[in-house]
């Protein structure tokens, strides 16, 4: 299918809504055809890379055709500090995208090949070293600021969030998460927790209790045990907290720290003791990664975006959450720990074979 234009949007009577996403160093482009109260049909969302010194691709869906046309907006959006591939992983139509960049664009997009730029730390920018798909090692820059002043003229421009319909509560979105991990654990996926249910964290703070009612996801998590970046600015975006002191953070991340070894130790973890994950080590902060206790749960990932399983090994000490504990007892089953990088050491890359073998039994101690 060829890729839409801005005049494909119009006949469509689209329109690109532009904002500020729930993290400050985020931006959200997305697209609503059939007028404003229309439903969405596509969007991308950017992330500040400051490792990479530019805006990182790290969300994108779109219906068939429209893809290209949030990059182009996006790159433009961008200006002198340009667009990078997801960092993490990406999946082949996005790849497709890049190298179309790289190859067929040399009239209106310019590129800089990221290991080669002094102003690019190599080591936390994640290159991808992909000698099949090139272009996601390049940064890249729109020379013409066309789309986006047309999409303004034609009254298809809103700088504001839409506004939801349905919009879900916290305790809507909870319901729904049980219900997904209810399906998962009975499911075709059967999963097997050869260790005892994590212990729950008890916080002292409504700081603390205001996590875990918030459904305690990854990145809302690492916000309070990194140190990379801006997180207590992150905090109070997701927490609607203003005057939210360091302190306050602190206290949270020492409880967090100290729940999650008391949990590791009564779910009978030993010192040190296995880990998986899919694809290479890569994460929006360079301080804290997600891994997990199960094989079966990093193959389930692997086999979406193509990618290999890894065993790690870890020391228990260097586990900065059991992500389960935050959760009541046996809520969750994808057995994430967030843990330091630095603290993993590569064992092997795991079959789809191997991976379900390990998954079936206790893990010893290494």
Same mark, same amino acid.
């Given at each position: 299918?060829?890729?839409?234009?801005?005049?494909?949007?119009?006949?469509?009577?689209?329109?690109?809504? +532009?904002?500020?996403?729930?993290?400050?160093?985020?931006?959200?482009?997305?697209?609503?055809?059939?007028?404003?109260?229309?439903?969405? #049909?596509?969007?991308?969302?950017?992330?500040?890379?400051?490792?990479?010194? $530019?805006?990182?691709?790290?969300?994108?869906?779109?219906?068939?055709?429209?893809?290209? /046309?949030?990059?182009?907006? %996006?790159?433009?959006?961008?200006? !002198?500090?340009?667009?990078?591939?997801?960092?993490? $992983?990406?999946?082949?139509?996005?790849?497709?995208?890049w =190298?179309?960049? /790289?190859?067929?664009?040399?009239?209106?997009?310019?590129?800089?090949?990221? *290991?080669?730029?002094?102003?690019?730390?190599?080591?936390?920018c994640?290159?991808?070293?992909?000698?099949?798909?090139?272009?996601? =090692?390049?940064?890249?820059?729109?020379?013409?600021?066309t789309?986006?002043?047309?999409?303004?003229?034609?009254?298809?421009?809103?700088?504001e969030?839409?506004?939801?319909?349905?919009?879900?509560?916290? %305790?809507?979105?909870?319901?729904?998460?049980?219900?997904?991990?209810?399906?998962?654990?009975?499911?075709?996926?059967?999963?097997?927790?050869?260790?005892?249910?994590?212990?729950r964290?008890?916080? !002292?703070?409504?700081?603390?209790?205001?996590?875990? #009612? +918030?459904?305690?996801? @990854?990145?809302?998590? @690492? #916000? &309070?045990? !990194?140190?990379?970046?801006?997180?207590? #600015?992150?905090?109070? @975006?997701? &927490?609607?907290?203003? *005057?939210?002191t360091?302190?306050?953070?602190?206290?949270?991340?020492?409880?967090?720290?100290?729940?999650?070894?008391?949990?590791?130790? +009564?779910? *009978?973890?030993?010192?040190?003791?296995?880990?998986?994950?899919?694809?290479?080590?890569? $994460?929006?902060?360079?301080?804290?990664?997600?891994?997990?206790?199960?094989?079966?749960?990093?193959?389930?990932?692997?086999?979406?975006?193509?990618?290999?399983?890894?065993?790690?090994?870890?020391?228990r000490?260097?586990?900065?959450?059991?992500?389960?504990?935050?959760?009541?007892?046996? &809520?969750?089953?994808?057995?994430?720990?967030?843990?330091?990088?630095?603290?993993?050491?590569?064992?092997?890359?795991?079959?789809?074979?191997?991976?379900?073998?390990?998954? @079936?039994g206790?893990?010893?101690?290494?």
């Open positions: 299918m060829a890729a839409k234009t801005v005049r494909d949007l119009i006949a469509e009577d689209g329109y690109i809504y +532009a904002y500020r996403d729930n993290n400050p160093n985020a931006y959200m482009f997305e697209l609503r055809l059939g007028g404003r109260g229309g439903p969405e #049909d596509g969007h991308l969302r950017v992330l500040w890379r400051g490792a990479c010194n $530019s805006w990182e691709v790290m969300n994108v869906f779109a219906r068939r055709g429209w893809g290209p /046309l949030l990059h182009d907006i %996006a790159m433009e959006w961008a200006g !002198s500090k340009g667009l990078v591939p997801d960092r993490m $992983s990406i999946t082949p139509k996005e790849a497709a995208i =190298d179309h960049y /790289l190859k067929h664009r040399r009239g209106d997009v310019e590129w800089q090949d990221l *290991g080669s730029e002094a102003d690019v730390d190599v080591d936390y994640r290159l991808h070293n992909d000698d099949d798909h090139e272009a996601l =090692d390049f940064r890249f820059f729109s020379k013409r600021k789309t986006i002043p047309m999409l303004k003229r034609e009254g298809r421009w809103i700088e969030r839409p506004r939801r319909m349905n919009h879900a509560t916290r %305790a809507q979105v909870a319901t729904a998460l049980r219900a997904a991990a209810a399906v998962l654990a009975t499911g075709r996926v059967r999963v097997r927790k050869p260790y005892g249910e994590a212990k964290i008890i916080f !002292s703070t409504e700081l603390g209790e205001a996590l875990q #009612d +918030a459904g305690a996801h @990854t990145e809302m998590v @690492t #916000d &309070f045990v !990194s140190d990379h970046s801006d997180p207590l #600015d992150g905090i109070i @975006t997701n &927490f609607d907290l203003n *005057g939210l360091w302190e306050e953070r602190e206290v949270v991340q020492k409880e967090l720290l100290e729940g999650t070894q008391k949990s590791l130790r +009564a779910r *009978g973890l030993p010192s040190r003791f296995s880990v998986y994950r899919y694809g290479p080590i890569r $994460s929006l902060f360079p301080d804290v990664t997600a891994v997990t206790l199960n094989p079966i749960v990093a193959w389930a990932g692997a086999r979406r975006t193509k990618q290999d399983v890894y065993r790690y090994e870890v020391d000490d260097d586990v900065l959450v059991d992500v389960d504990a935050l959760w009541p007892a046996g &809520f969750l089953v994808e057995e994430e720990l967030l843990v330091n990088p630095r603290g993993l050491k590569r064992r092997e890359a795991l079959t789809q074979e191997a991976a379900r073998s390990w998954g @079936t206790p893990r010893e101690s290494l």
